[in-house]
């Protein structure tokens, strides 16, 4: 995950930092060439002529100047003349540090730009760490040894806010609530939902809690077969009904159930639909308040981008999900929905899908995720 992001990255950063430095050595070059600045010297002070001996009676100046004007007169020959950098200095300055205007700051970017949205970044998050670099680059004076360093501890920084400090532990949160946990897993045709139940049940059975599954998909071919394997290979009950029922009696017999047998967790597998179908999305909104879940999972394959990042956010818009299991993060090389997801929807990654087997789901870490980037 993340190898082509990260490459990219990587080469959009240094052509940045390259550019900077060349841009800096010609501006240096000019001031090389330029004849250095004669300050001129400070005129000297003019004394007026004394008045003539035979003059008489001799008017003392104190006598018809003014006390302020006196003052005056004695600050303006007093003050200093302003400091002036030298030439040396100057040259001293812009061999050292180079700053980064607006303008080239928009034709550096762009790069790094479309490295990121050839990785599948949305454009909320292109903009917001354009944003971030922009305070950080803009006008400040920068070392050129450390263009490179500082561009990328931006992009670090950048990065790493665009996730939720903290992170969701599942297993504390189930035993913490009242019983049973309902968990609704919803997403489009193919995104890995019923697999994805099968590991989070996995993982629930492994921390000691005990899981029945809802077989909600009534109008897929063959879903409820699919469920029923799992259920099987994992020795748990499953709940169903014939092809066609009613999703959300389904939902609610399966809580009915739990609620009978204490058992602490109701996992909901739903059909597959696409966000944009309004009929299917409004049935969905029924088993979401039959079923009054504690959490709403939306199921993506992250391999899918920007598509994956446009369904999140319907199926929130709709139902208002609660977090994110992104599927298929293993052949994932590009890694921009995982980097977007959590951004547009504002709504936290839990888990990452990473194969097929039943323990390949991934807790979701920021840190991880970060150094997969190399920060």
């Not at 007026?48 to 006598?63: A, N, Y």
């Not at 303006?76 to 180079?98: C, D, G, M, N, Y």
């Not at 899981?211 to 799992?230: E, G, K, M, N, P």
Request: with cysteine; charged share 35%.
């Amino acid at each position: 995950m993340f190898k082509f992001l990260k490459e990219k990255i990587k080469s959009a950063v240094r052509g940045i930092s390259k550019e900077v430095e060349e841009k800096a050595e010609e501006e240096t070059q000019e001031i090389i060439e330029k004849e250095p600045e004669v300050i001129p010297e400070p005129e000297e002070i003019i004394k007026e002529p004394e008045p003539p001996k035979e003059v008489k009676p001799v008017i003392k100046t104190e006598e018809i100047i003014k006390p302020e004007t006196k003052d005056k007169i004695k600050e303006i020959i007093e003050e200093k003349p302003k400091e002036k950098k030298s030439f040396a200095t100057k040259l001293k300055e812009k061999i050292t540090t180079k700053k980064i205007s607006e303008k080239e700051f928009e034709d550096l970017f762009w790069n790094l730009e479309v490295a990121l949205m050839e990785n599948n970044v949305a454009i909320e998050v292109i903009e917001k760490i354009k944003e971030s670099l922009k305070m950080d680059l803009v006008n400040n004076p920068i070392e050129k040894k450390k263009v490179e360093e500082i561009i990328e501890n931006s992009l670090k920084n950048s990065v790493k806010e665009l996730f939720k400090e903290g992170e969701f532990d599942l297993i504390k949160k189930i035993k913490a609530s009242d019983k049973p946990y309902i968990i609704l897993f919803l997403g489009i045709n193919g995104s890995g939902k019923t697999t994805s139940i099968a590991k989070v049940a996995h993982l629930l059975k492994n921390n000691d809690l005990s899981v029945v599954l809802a077989a909600s998909d009534t109008f897929r071919a063959a879903a409820i077969d699919q469920l029923q394997t799992w259920g099987d290979k994992l020795e748990l009950k499953v709940i169903k009904h014939d092809y066609g029922a009613d999703a959300a009696a389904v939902a609610f017999d399966a809580i009915k159930h739990a609620k009978a047998k204490k058992t602490d967790v109701v996992l909901i597998d739903t059909a597959g639909r696409m966000h944009s179908n309004v009929n299917l999305i409004d049935e969905l909104k029924k088993i979401v308040k039959v079923s009054k879940p504690d959490l709403k999972l939306f199921v993506g394959e992250s391999i899918t981008g920007n598509d994956c990042i446009e369904q999140a956010k319907t199926f929130d818009n709709a139902v208002d999900i609660d977090g994110i299991v992104l599927s298929k993060a293993d052949v994932d090389e590009k890694g921009g929905t995982a980097i977007s997801i959590s951004y547009v929807t504002d709504k936290p990654i839990l888990f990452l899908g990473t194969g097929q087997n039943l323990g390949d789901l991934e807790r979701f870490s920021v840190s991880k995720l970060m150094e997969s980037l190399g920060w």
